[in-house]
Every structure is written in structure tokens, then in C-alpha cells.
């Protein structure tokens, strides 16, 4: 059995030893909530398992189950089937999804920062410069679109989109093609520095990390996202599955030890040093001077309207672009900010 399948079937058995729980009493039922991650559970996914592991949820009245999947589209097409009635989406998935008339909008952000990274060695193209983008080649897979992203932070930064070369190495392979020589650079999100790492160790030699959100790159990720049409028919259940899993991540960030250990439960194949490698990763992506003050999962209309803008400039959109106030619905962060 697939470590997903269990770790479904083994947080369904935690759930229903706390359905019982003295909390909302045996008369009250709990409402059922499914939440579809971003892709197979990882370390960067703790917080929804310490927010299950602790009994967020159950104290909201809700019956959460989480399910992998493959990537934003088909985090989308599940929120859309309502096979999943909440997801872990992303800003450009979600500009994408509304010019092709799904109406799947954000009600918190959680990445305040992309996760996009370029990956060199120090003995090699050693990208720390925006400028070195220029004339480098990159190793990526052909359905990515972070070398769209890539060109138009280059635009934005007054660099030839143009003379960034994209060679084609499908995911398995670029460690291997980047450590090897084949390519001097290639890309991936930010989490999978720790393995990158490791093996530029073996091979003698250090890792070279370029996070373009640190250089420049204003641009909305991962958030909470639901269709209109359950936010605006369940906007309680929303409410409350937002607010017990802001807690989730604050517990996280605060018990990085104890959050690892509620995934483990009910992830196999996940060691503590691999979550906790995540954890801290992700820490970067969610603890910033905005959320310091407003608080975890906030977001601005201003920034969401730039992150439009960047997108449909430099995006392949099929439709019609939506507006910004299409992106995103206000009035489901808790009333008492959730800061770091």
C-alpha cells in the first residue's frame, strides 16, 4: 500500500477516536473536509498533519482528510470535482484556472515568497547575481513553467529574457546533470536544497543556492484556496478549517520536533531530518516582515494585483485573464492575527 493510502486510512482512525471526544459531545457530528496538498506529503507539509495531530480541526467541528496529488493542476481539478473541497494552490495556478473559467480563489497565502530557485556549484556557473542569469544555460523539464518565471524576473530586472538558454532534463536527471557537468545550473523549488546539498558534498564541491524572491521577485505562492461556490456556501467551514490550520503552522514553526512527529504518524517514509530540513526551508517562505505583523496566511490586494500582472506578462494564458479581485476573497483570517 502506497505511504499515502495509509497515511489517509491511519489520520481516518485518528479522526474517529477523536469524533468521540467530549469536545462537541456524541450529539454533534463533525462536518467532513477534504484538503488535496500540493503534491505527495513531504517535510514542507508538516503543519497540516501538526494541525490534525493536535486537534485543531476536531476542535473546530471539522472531520479533515488530506490527500496528495501531483502538482497545481490537479489540485485544481480536484477542488473543481470536489473530490477535495479545499487546496493547497498556488497564485499562478490559480490565475491560470480563472482564465480557463474555473473559479477557484485564495482565502489565505501561505508561501508569501515563491519557492522558485536556480541550483549551481560554487566550482561551476555559481549563480549569487541576477546579472549571471544572462547567456546561462538551465537545466528543466518541459512542463515546468518556472523558466517563464525565470525570463520575466529577468525582464523585470532589465536582463535579456532571450539569452537564457533551457536545456531539457526531466526532473529525476537534473541532480545527476548538474553535479556531472552536463549543465552548469538547474532549477527547482527551494525545498529540494537539503538532497542538492548532500550530494554536492559527495561530489567535492558546494552548492550554490539563488532564490529570485530574495533578489527582487515579488510573487505570491502556496495558499488556501477553495471554488467560489463552496466558499460562498460553506463560508463557516472555511472560516474555521483557515483558522485551525494557521495554528497548525504556527505550532509548526515554534514545535518543528513535535510537528515532525505528528507526520510521521501517518507518513511513511519520511525521516525527522528530512521534515525538519523542510520545516526550516519553509520557515523562510512564511515568516516575513509582513506576516510578522499581520499575521500567518495574510495577503494585500496590491501585491496580489502585481502577482497578476506578472503572470499574464509572462505566462502562457489560455482565456481571458482574470481581474485581481477574482483571485482571492478577504474576510477568512482569523480576527486575532496568527503571527510567527
Do not use: C
Not at 496538498?37 to 508538516?46: M, N, S, T
Not at 483558522?243 to 514553526?253: D, E, H
Not at 501517518?266 to 526551508?281: C, H, Y
Amino acid at each position: 500500500m502506497k505511504a499515502w493510502k495509509r497515511s489517509t486510512l491511519a489520520i481516518a482512525a485518528s479522526l474517529m477516536s477523536a469524533f468521540a471526544a467530549p469536545t462537541f459531545g456524541l450529539a454533534q457530528e463533525l462536518t467532513k473536509v477534504t484538503f488535496s496538498l500540493d503534491f505527495i506529503p513531504l517535510g514542507r507539509h508538516a503543519a497540516w498533519y501538526a494541525a490534525l495531530g493536535e486537534g485543531y480541526f476536531t476542535e473546530e467541528g471539522l472531520d479533515v482528510t488530506i490527500i496528495p496529488s501531483q502538482g497545481t493542476a490537479q489540485v485544481m481539478q480536484a477542488i473543481a470535482s470536489n473530490t477535495a473541497q479545499l487546496g493547497f494552490v498556488d497564485l499562478p495556478g490559480v490565475v491560470l484556472a480563472q482564465a480557463a473559467g474555473t473559479d477557484i480563489r485564495m482565502v489565505a497565502v501561505n508561501y508569501q515568497k515563491a519557492p522558485y530557485a536556480i541550483f549551481s556549484l560554487a566550482n561551476g556557473a555559481n549563480v549569487t547575481d541576477t546579472k549571471q542569469l544572462e547567456g546561462l544555460t538551465i537545466g528543466s523539464g518541459a512542463g515546468s513553467i518556472t523558466p517563464q518565471v525565470i525570463k520575466g524576473f529577468m525582464k523585470q530586472s532589465g536582463l535579456d529574457p532571450a539569452s537564457l538558454n533551457v536545456s531539457n532534463v526531466a526532473p529525476p536527471a537534473r541532480a545527476s546533470a548538474l553535479l556531472s557537468g552536463q549543465v552548469p545550473s538547474i532549477e527547482f523549488f527551494i525545498m529540494s536544497k537539503p538532497g542538492l546539498e548532500k550530494g554536492a558534498k559527495d561530489a567535492s564541491t558546494s552548492l550554490t543556492t539563488f532564490l529570485m524572491a530574495d533578489h527582487g521577485l515579488e510573487l505570491y505562492s502556496n495558499g488556501i484556496g477553495a471554488s467560489q461556490a463552496f466558499i460562498e456556501a460553506h463560508p463557516d467551514v472555511v472560516r474555521k478549517f483557515v483558522r485551525a490550520a494557521l495554528r497548525g503552522w504556527k505550532f509548526t514553526l515554534d514545535n518543528p520536533d513535535a510537528a515532525a512527529d505528528h507526520q510521521m504518524k501517518v507518513v511513511d517514509g519520511l525521516s525527522k531530518p528530512a521534515i525538519l530540513a523542510e520545516i526550516d526551508i519553509v520557515r523562510e517562505l512564511v515568516v516575513t516582515e509582513d506576516t510578522k505583523k499581520n499575521g500567518l496566511g495574510s495577503f494585500e490586494a496590491s501585491k496580489m494585483e502585481a502577482g497578476l500582472k506578472f503572470v499574464t506578462d509572462n505566462l502562457a494564458i489560455t482565456g481571458t485573464a482574470p481581474s485581481a479581485d477574482k483571485l482571492y476573497v478577504e474576510g477568512f483570517l482569523p480576527d486575532e492575527p496568527v503571527k510567527p
